[in-house]
């Protein structure tokens, strides 16, 4: 396999597990975000756990104990799966209290209208308070988005085949730590500023325009 080869199959990695760390991220935040909204104690406390054990310690912990400390209860998850999962959880916590900050920032009035319509509480959320809270979330989400992506290369140190674990076996072949870590630097610096960033800026917009804010 060439060096050049290499660095592609490790980038297609990458954005494999930037693509479902960040869907796992969005799912957790969302529901978690609503949960310690919640009217149940029960529930706001299953968020609260969540939120501050992931919140409260370190991802490459996190990882280390989902691919080796998980088997000795008897869940046992492939290393890619791992990777992802535990992204995807660790930064899912910190985005939970950005749904909940962007949720209560909603003005109280849209609340009131949404119940004086007769509407259930899933449709309020879904069709009046959600949309608005989008718009609020999506700035700092985008740098959640390129946070995540960075936290993607920690997977190589459960052998994930990233692209950090593909720029370590260059390096270690070849000595090169320059050139090796040099071509890594761009290529994540090239996802965030130019796939990541443009993308939540055309959500902003596109959300803006829905909510008649342009």
């Known amino acids: 396999m060439t060096y050049s080869s290499r660095f592609i199959d490790g980038t297609l990695i990458t954005l494999g597990q930037f693509g479902l760390a960040a869907l796992v991220a969005i799912v957790a935040a969302l529901i978690s975000g609503l ?16 939120i501050e054990i992931f919140r409260g310690t370190s991802l490459l912990v996190q990882l280390y104990w989902f691919y080796f400390v998980l088997p000795l209860f008897g869940f046992t998850l492939e290393k890619f799966t791992v990777g992802f999962l535990t992204v995807g959880l ?13 949720i209560q920032s909603v003005p109280r009035g849209q609340w009131e209208a949404a119940l004086a319509l007769n509407m259930s509480p899933a449709k309020r959320m879904q069709r009046i308070i959600l949309p608005q809270a989008l718009v609020a979330i999506l700035p700092p989400w985008g740098n959640l988005m390129i946070e995540i992506l960075k936290g993607t290369a920690l997977v190589a140190l459960i052998s994930v085949a990233d692209l950090m674990f593909e720029t370590r076996q260059v390096n270690n072949n070849t000595y090169l730590s ?6 890594a630097l761009i290529i994540y610096y090239i996802f965030a500023r130019f796939m990541v960033t443009p993308i939540m800026r055309w959500l902003e917009r596109v959300m803006a325009r829905k909510i008649g804010r342009t």
């Open 35 to 50: 949960m310690k909204m919640a009217h149940s104690k029960t529930m706001r406390a299953i968020a609260i756990i969540y």
């Open 90 to 102: 660790c930064y899912g916590a910190y985005g939970a209290e950005l749904v909940r900050g962007a």
């Open 178 to 183: 320059a050139q090796a870590f040099g071509t």
